[in-house]
């Protein structure tokens, strides 16, 4: 586990740049263990995010709270840092982050069912159903395109 700062944690669990975005590309990249690009982050941001809510549950709090003072310009950050100091002074500002067990491959299937989804054709699936990714692929018709 790396540690980051209350900062760099809220940039991901709120999806809400609340900071450089250099720190961003740090935390993903630190729990993916690769290199992240720019088109990658929404999609590798959200299971970053939900293992990151599951450890620091503080933080969908803190989140909703940045996202009301939501408005985008140099206003922003100076408006969300009293908020940001409650949360330091109360739950300190240095977080545990881990590294995923998360595939390249899950990252490239994510891309491809969103963008199923983006056309219409809608999937539920149950994370904890052991589907393999040739199944999903079948499914979908992702192998016509």
């Known amino acids: 586990m790396c540690e980051f700062t209350a900062v760099q944690v809220l940039n991901i669990t709120s999806g809400v740049l609340c900071s ?8 993903l990249s630190y729990m993916f263990q690769k290199e992240m690009y720019t088109y990658q982050l929404p999609i590798a941001s959200r299971p970053c995010s939900a293992k990151l809510l599951e450890l620091y549950p503080q933080f969908s709090e803190l989140g909703d709270k940045v996202k009301v003072q939501c408005e985008f310009g140099d206003e922003f950050v ?21 590294i995923l067990n998360y595939s390249e491959s899950d990252v490239f299937l994510d891309r491809l069912i969103e963008k199923k989804m983006r056309q219409g054709r809608l999937l539920t699936v149950d994370p904890n159903d ?9 499914e979908l018709g992702l192998l016509e395109e």
């Open 20 to 27: 450089e975005i250099g720190d961003v590309y740090e935390v």
């Open 78 to 98: 100076a408006k969300i840092q009293p908020i940001l100091a409650g949360f330091i002074a109360q739950h300190g500002n240095s977080f545990s982050v881990p």
């Open 130 to 138: 052991p589907l393999t990714a040739e199944r999903i692929i079948l």
